[in-house]
């Protein structure tokens, strides 16, 4: 196993880097450079040839593709990510200044997803056919279905507009001190990426908990004379979490990456908003660091949920 | 077929149905006092839209005045002239009603070949552009000229202002025959000054051929800063431009100040807030809050940095009130009396400007605003390559600039700084020098003195600059808030309203009418109309139209293309 594990983390390496060269190549191709987002094609319109030349010379695109992709690289070798190509801010600050925002908020979400959409899940499928049952899977289907933006604004135009209850967006207030001082402005964004997200989970949860209860197991367990609860929570329940887990295991990238759409609707000063902000500005330093990580934590994940598959379930070997 | 792409073929046909319509009536046929005359001109080179009676038919076939009324909501006004409204205006323009049947008229005579099909390009990605590029292009095929057109992306400056190897005689360097864009204008000179040849007989647009008549009209209008002496050398460059269609302006966009019903201005002005004038921002009030505390939300926060003033003095608030200039001006940038100079004086040259700056004056920090910090500041600013183009012509135009940037000389000579006073001495006059230094920011020179200019926005000093406005920072927090408070040692006296509160954004903020509709934001502008719509459609916000010198035009490549490899 040991063996399996360490070859494993060795693949990932190469893989990292070649994933990072597709996203440098494909930055590369797209249209555009930080110096037109900078300055604008009204404004270029007064800029001298030799002064545009200089100014992408002092900000390093004048170089060839393959010599700033190395120059990159060198620099993650030695921990360096470069700077913002706007501001001049390391990139690793920028990044570290918007974790916390993004960690917040997706693992909010996530825990909350998980733990209703299991919930509801194994409920739906012990009390299959009832009201419950078919009132949750309708629920499940329009959580899937509505696009997160929409139940944003929704959710704006009743909490923050009707009711006034929630903060219209952002994450800290000026006079916010304590986490529960700006507590308020992480219910709305946490609890509408969650209820997009558990739709997920409960399906999955649903119809893994309906295979396991139709499995022999069950059957000898219920012979045995044991409680229902135990059956259904401790046996059952079970084996029904390892699809859910494989969904929960694809989903912690997010963690790093964050949650785009909230991020924009709810003004999160997040990852997400900051990728696209990113990207939008060329800002090629600040692409490939989050690149870079979304692209490790997808590659760790996929790497824990196989440990995990093996762990829950005996009759997966590692080879 | 997609819906929008339906209800944009759907107004399309609407537009040309009322605009046919109206092309038979009276109205269309153009007054016969502005009517631009036919004349006999002919191409004057291998490209037929070098021909006058081509970009005539052109500006006839396009109905901005529906397009304005329709797809652009009633919230532009149509152009006839670069120059916007006002009083520098010409009011004898050849004018170009839509009226397509003189459209077909003149291209019958150019003989016009119309399977040729132009090729049209614009920079902008809204959906509002596709729809009038739609609607041009429709009309253009009702009198017979065929076009396409294509959003660029990536290096736009090679694409669109790529440089004809002759002024006059091309070829072109670019591909496109027709693009889309906007000339914004602090100064009414930086509308024209590009149709003509640089000093060197260079060209300096790359769509325009050059002429000795359009050199020396638009010399006219830089060489005297005697006001009326200007207004008539302007009207007369517009004519000729209007006249000999060198472009075809299509409307003004108009800027929207959106304020909540708590803001009171107290009587302070109101004009482009795009930049910088005396707006009377210390007497502003905001309606207190619980705890007596007058908080005035806005947008334009800073993300990452804080903008540096220098390449666009005014977009940001930040821009506008964290660094003072040294005079100020009304709402429509004439400059009117001093700010950070208690005096100044321009020369009746016009080649001499001294200013004495005001006793006592203090960067936020404590620390001296000497005359030392705006010479150092103009020396700097000169070798930014993103300064204003404005303030650029004003600082190249000093005495020993060039040397200066040369390397040959460790100052600009035409700058003498002693005591309160600081004098500039031009080498060649620059009729906008005093609107330069309303918009213009000196900047504190022991913070930058070691910033490289050409990574100047790059420097530690944007992460929490030190200012000489009426408010300073009392804490921001990167992406999330910032706050400004009224500086208390600032010369004006201290500013009404306890804290500004900005929320990052863009200049164009995609969350205002969110902001807005939840009482989070009480102070901006915006040129989007879809958020005017909702702007104006709530009842604790008013919203104010504003001219601005913002126009909307259709170049034409006249050059000839050069010869097929």
């Not at chain 2, 024209?192 to 000795?212: E, F, L, W």
């Not at chain 2, 016009?350 to 005001?358: D, I, Q, S, V």
């Not at chain 2, 620390?367 to 910090?373: E, F, M």
């Not at chain 2, 104006?536 to 913002?550: E, F, L, R, T």
Request: charged letters at 20%; glycine letters at 6%.
């Amino acid at each position: 196993m040991f063996a399996y594990m360490v070859r494993r983390l060795l693949i990932l390496i190469p893989l990292l880097f070649v994933i990072c060269f597709l996203v440098y190549l494909g930055m590369f191709l797209t249209p555009g450079d930080p110096v037109s987002y900078m300055i604008g094609p009204e404004a270029m319109q007064n800029l001298k040839p030799a002064e545009l030349e200089a100014l992408k010379e002092a900000l390093g695109l004048n170089q060839p593709f393959i010599i700033r992709f190395l120059l990159w690289l060198g620099g993650v070798m030695k921990g360096d990510f470069g700077y913002s190509l706007q501001s001049g801010v390391p990139i690793k600050n920028i990044v570290l200044a918007r974790l916390p925002a993004t960690l917040e908020l997706s693992g909010v979400a996530l825990l909350l997803s998980t733990v209703f959409g299991s919930l509801l899940g194994t409920v739906s499928a012990l009390k299959r056919g009832s009201i419950g049952d078919n009132a949750l899977t309708v629920a499940g289907m329009i959580g899937v279905s509505i696009p997160q933006f929409v139940f944003g604004l929704a959710a704006i135009v009743v909490f923050t507009l009707k009711l006034h209850w929630l903060p219209v967006g952002g994450r800290i207030e000026p006079d916010d001190v304590t986490f529960w001082d700006r507590f308020p402005n992480l219910v709305m964004p946490s609890l509408v990426l969650a209820a997009t997200m558990v739709a997920g989970v409960m399906r999955y949860s649903r119809s893994s908990m309906l295979d396991s209860m139709n499995r022999e197991f069950i059957k000898t367990a219920r012979s045995k004379g044991l409680p229902e609860w135990r059956v259904n929570f401790v046996h059952g329940f079970r084996v029904a979490l390892l699809p859910v887990i494989v969904l929960i295991g694809f989903r912690l990238p997010m963690l790093l990456g964050g949650s785009v759409i909230v991020e924009q609707v709810f003004q999160w000063p997040g990852i997400g908003n900051e990728f696209v902000a990113a990207v939008r500005s060329y800002n090629y330093p600040l692409i490939m660091m989050i690149a870079f990580f979304s692209v490790f934590a997808v590659l760790i994940a996929s790497f824990l949920i196989d440990l995990l598959t093996a762990w829950l379930d005996p009759r997966v070997k590692f080879e | 077929m997609r819906k929008d792409r339906i209800v944009v073929l759907v107004t399309t046909m609407l537009l040309l149905a009322t605009g046919l319509f109206a092309g038979g009536s009276k109205e269309a046929a153009p007054a016969a006092s502005t009517a631009p005359t036919s004349t006999a001109v002919g191409p004057t080179n291998s490209n037929p839209l070098s021909d006058l009676r081509v970009r005539q038919a052109m500006a006839y076939a396009i109905d901005m005045k529906t397009a304005c009324a329709t797809l652009l909501q009633g919230m532009a006004l149509p152009a006839d002239s670069d120059i916007p409204n006002g009083p520098w205006k010409t009011p004898d323009l050849s004018k170009y009603e839509y009226n397509p049947e003189k459209a077909k008229a003149l291209l019958k005579e150019a003989k016009w070949d119309s399977n040729r099909v132009l090729d049209l390009i614009y920079y902008y990605a809204d959906q509002e552009t596709v729809d009038l590029m739609t609607a041009i292009q429709q009309w253009f095929a009702a009198v017979g000229i065929k076009m396409k057109f294509r959003q660029i992306t990536g290096d736009l400056a090679a694409q669109l202002n790529a440089l004809p190897a002759d002024a006059e005689k091309g070829p072109s360097g670019i591909t496109w025959d027709l693009a889309y864009g906007a000339k914004a204008a602090l100064a009414l000179q930086e509308y024209y000054n590009a149709y003509a040849r640089s000093v060197d007989g260079k060209p300096q647009i790359a769509h325009t051929p050059a002429n000795a008549t359009m050199d020396s009209l638009i010399a006219a209008t830089n060489s005297t800063s005697d006001i009326a002496k200007q207004k008539e050398a302007f009207f007369a460059l517009e004519k000729y431009m209007a006249s000999n269609v060198k472009d075809i302006p299509l409307y003004y966009q108009q800027l929207f100040i959106y304020e909540n019903k708590r803001l009171n201005r107290n009587g302070g002005l109101y004009g482009n807030d795009q930049y910088n004038y005396d707006w009377g921002i210390l007497n502003w009030t905001v309606t207190a809050d619980a705890n007596g505390k007058q908080i005035l939300y806005t947008n334009t926060g800073p993300k990452q940095f804080f903008f540096e003033p220098w390449s666009d003095p005014a977009i940001h608030i930040t821009r506008k009130v964290l660094w003072d200039r040294l005079i100020t001006c009304d709402g429509s940038l004439t400059p009117t009396t001093g700010k950070l100079a208690s005096s100044y004086k321009l020369s009746a040259d016009g080649m001499n400007l001294t200013f004495t700056l005001r006793d006592g004056l203090k960067w936020h920090d404590g620390s001296p605003l000497t005359v030392d910090d705006v010479k150092w500041s103009v020396e700097t600013a000169l070798k930014f390559p993103t300064l204003n183009a404005v303030f650029k012509k004003t600082f190249n135009s000093l005495k020993g600039a060039k040397d200066y940037l040369e390397g040959k000389t460790p100052g600009v000579a035409g700058i003498t700084a002693s005591g309160n006073t600081i004098t500039f001495d031009f080498a060649s006059l620059d009729p906008n020098c005093l609107l330069t230094f309303t918009q213009w920011a000196p900047l504190p020179k022991k913070y930058l003195a070691k910033a490289d200019p050409l990574k100047f926005q790059q420097d530690p000093f944007w992460q929490n600059p030190v200012g000489s406005g009426p408010y300073r920072i009392d804490k921001v927090s990167m992406n999330d808030y910032l706050v400004m408070v009224p500086y208390k040692d600032y010369w004006g006296g201290v500013a009404k309203i306890d804290q500004i509160v900005c929320y990052p954004s863009d200049d164009n903020d995609a969350n205002v009418v969110k902001n807005a509709a939840a009482q989070k934001l009480d102070y901006g502008f915006t040129k989007n109309v879809g958020d005017v719509k909702s702007l104006q459609a709530m009842s604790h916000m008013n919203v104010k139209a504003v001219d601005i010198p913002y126009t909307r035009i259709l170049w034409v490549n006249q050059f000839p293309k050069p010869a097929a490899k």
